[in-house]
């Protein structure tokens, strides 16, 4: 799940060719003239739509043997609309090992750990994605224990409290890092409407009533758990004929559901806003200033040109970098960039200061730089090289079909299509120096903006070499 606002700078994938339908799926599409060739992503795929709305991507790849299965549930933090009732979409990703009609959890570890097979999951604020890496000859077993937990999930009311309380031990022992309050108050402070306001993990308050809400979460699983809100991704030594029929198998009876949340939308912020963390531990301080920027897009510039602009103006090669950690020394690290989401998210410069007295410092060379981007020309080869970067190291990345399926899961999540990734990276290309200065000087400004530091508590003790 999201515990930090270590947010990665640019993800940017493109993918191949778009899907070609058989038995229930999409049309045959041609391949992409020569000239329309750069992408990254080199393997073909398919798209399947079953009649309850579920979807199936099957991405075949030449490595041998082993199959990966990400199970996108449209789902996060981002859809707990009703009060005193964050957290849900995580719990969730904790009850769905609790067992199903068919299977034990004990039952399912057992066949899990006869197959070899790793599996997890983790949640973010728009989606819950539940994954496991196994040999070709058990996907089989495995499609049949997913569709029996997606379909039967089962729980009792002590089950469901002893779960409550293994969240609330993993809130605790995340409330124990500071950047972990940090994020909390810098998302209540800079969202007052829209349900990016609370993180994952959800309130405390909500989280110690989960006990007493039992008959709440059978019905969040009612909504959310439904098969037009979840995509179905193989990647791997599999072909498209046995992932569909498998995926038809065991999940083609799921039944559709019929809610749609009411996400509340966040009104423009109209004034600079701040906020202050007392630490009571000794820590060292840390500064985070946020400004409100667009959501995920694969047609407009906005965000892409952002997401350029955070490695140029604050990644390692920058000149506030080399200033503040190489040449200064006033700071441990400075990081920036706004995560891929379905509503506007924030933009946040974050940095760890290493003596109290140098914050306001810190802070003004962050804010001069981000005036220098609103107003200043990005060189063209400083761009052009940024734009290299990226598209080399995250194809470097993707070699293996674990990789593969980990890197698209959430672009599923944002626009159920691989084919998202390819018009990002061709927007990505579009992108000018003016483009750059532009946005920062759209989004990036003074009213736009929330300022959060977090520090020892007067009387607390002096930071001693890091957080606590």
């Not at 996400?263 to 963390?277: F, G, L, M, S």
């Not at 602009?309 to 700071?331: C, H, R, T």
């Not at 003790?461 to 606590?468: F, H, I, L, S, Y």
Request: proline share 6%.
């Amino acid at each position: 799940m999201k515990s930090s606002i270590l947010i990665s700078l640019l993800l940017c994938l493109p993918a191949a060719a778009l899907a070609q339908g058989r038995g229930g799926g999409r049309a045959p599409q041609k391949k992409a003239a020569p000239s329309q060739q750069r992408k990254i992503f080199p393997y073909n795929y398919t798209i399947d739509d079953l009649p309850n709305g579920l979807r199936l991507v099957t991405v075949p790849t030449d490595q041998p043997n082993l199959v990966a299965l990400y199970i996108v549930v449209h789902t996060g933090s981002r859809n707990e609309v009703e009060p005193g009732k964050s957290g849900y979409a995580h719990f969730f990703e904790h009850l769905m090992f609790r067992g199903s009609r068919n299977f034990t959890p004990a039952q399912r570890d057992e066949i899990l750990k006869r197959t070899g097979a790793s599996s997890n999951a983790y949640t973010s604020d728009d989606r819950t994605v539940y994954h496991e890496v196994f040999s070709k000859e058990d996907l089989d077993k495995v499609m049949e224990l997913e569709g029996d937990r997606f379909k039967y999930l089962q729980y009792e009311p002590a089950e469901f409290k002893t779960e409550s309380l293994a969240v609330l031990g993993e809130y605790n022992k995340n409330s124990a890092n500071p950047t972990s309050k940090l994020f909390e108050v810098l998302r209540e402070t800079a969202f007052k409407t829209h349900t990016y306001a609370h993180t994952t993990m959800g309130y405390v308050k909500d989280i110690e009533d989960f006990p007493n809400q039992y008959e709440y979460s059978r019905q969040f699983f009612s909504r959310y758990y439904r098969p037009e809100n979840v995509t179905v991704l193989l990647v791997g030594d599999v072909t498209r004929e046995r992932a569909l029929a498998l995926v038809k198998k065991n999940m083609g009876d799921w039944q559709r559901g019929n809610f749609t949340p009411d996400i509340p939308k966040e009104p423009e912020q109209d004034a600079p806003r701040e906020a202050t963390v007392e630490w009571a531990s000794p820590t060292l301080p840390y500064l985070a200033v946020a400004y409100r920027a667009p959501a995920y897009s694969d047609e407009a510039k906005d965000k892409i040109a952002l997401d350029l602009l955070s490695s140029i103006a604050f990644g390692e090669n920058s000149d506030i970098y080399q200033k503040l950690v190489l040449k200064e020394q006033k700071v441990d690290f400075v990081s920036a960039g706004a995560d891929d989401m379905i509503d506007p998210e924030l933009f946040t410069v974050f940095t760890r200061v290493k003596k109290e007295e140098d914050v306001p410092y810190v802070r003004e060379q962050v804010l001069a730089t981000v005036k220098r981007y609103s107003t200043e020309l990005v060189p063209q080869k400083k761009l052009d090289d940024t734009r290299s970067r990226f598209r080399y190291g995250f194809a470097q990345a993707m070699d293996s079909s674990q990789a593969i399926a980990g890197a698209l899961a959430p672009y599923l999540a944002l626009r159920r299509t691989p084919e998202t990734m390819n018009k990002l990276f061709a927007l990505a290309d579009t992108v000018t120096p003016q483009d750059l200065r532009d946005m920062a000087a759209k989004y990036l400004k003074e009213s736009n903006r929330t300022i959060v530091t977090l520090a020892t508590k007067k009387g607390g003790g002096a930071a001693t070499g890091g957080a606590k």
